[in-house]
């Protein structure tokens, strides 16, 4: 399940804008010095088709200020597989590359 902490010695209000009822997406706005910044908090399902659907539906929140805190369990690329991990096709790799591309997010990893 999705939470977020939030330290209301830097924050001036914290607002929840969405959150299911499976607790695998969490989306607050925060304002900190009159400024208002999305934050999505997503811990996708271990399931390709169910990850797609959830990548779909991420789009309509997403603004110019917003900062995604995920689990995707999607495997990036090749580099990013470990010993437990297996590099295979996944249909919500593209969606979420897809995603990313649409709305310049960047990775930090």
């Given at each position: 399940?999705?939470?977020?902490?939030?330290?209301?010695?830097?924050?001036?209000?914290?607002?929840?804008?969405?959150?299911?009822?499976?607790?695998?997406?969490?989306?607050?706005?925060?304002?900190?010095?009159?400024?208002?910044?999305?934050?999505?908090?997503?811990?996708?399902?271990?399931?390709?088709?169910?990850?797609?659907?959830?990548?779909?539906?991420?789009?309509?929140?997403i603004?110019?200020?917003?900062?995604?805190?995920?689990?995707f369990?999607?495997?990036?690329?090749?580099?990013?597989?470990?010993?437990?991990?297996?590099?295979?096709?996944?249909?919500s790799?593209?969606?979420?590359?897809?995603?990313?591309?649409?709305?310049?997010?960047?990775?930090?990893?």
């Amino acid at each position: 399940q999705c939470s977020t902490l939030i330290n209301t010695n830097t924050i001036e209000k914290s607002i929840l804008i969405y959150k299911d009822n499976k607790g695998r997406i969490l989306i607050i706005d925060i304002i900190v010095n009159n400024s208002t910044f999305r934050i999505i908090h997503i811990y996708a399902n271990s399931c390709e088709k169910e990850r797609k659907e959830l990548f779909n539906k991420l789009g309509r929140w997403i603004n110019t200020r917003t900062i995604i805190i995920e689990d995707f369990n999607t495997v990036f690329s090749k580099s990013d597989v470990s010993i437990n991990n297996v590099y295979k096709n996944d249909i919500s790799r593209t969606t979420l590359y897809d995603l990313m591309n649409k709305y310049k997010l960047l990775d930090v990893w």
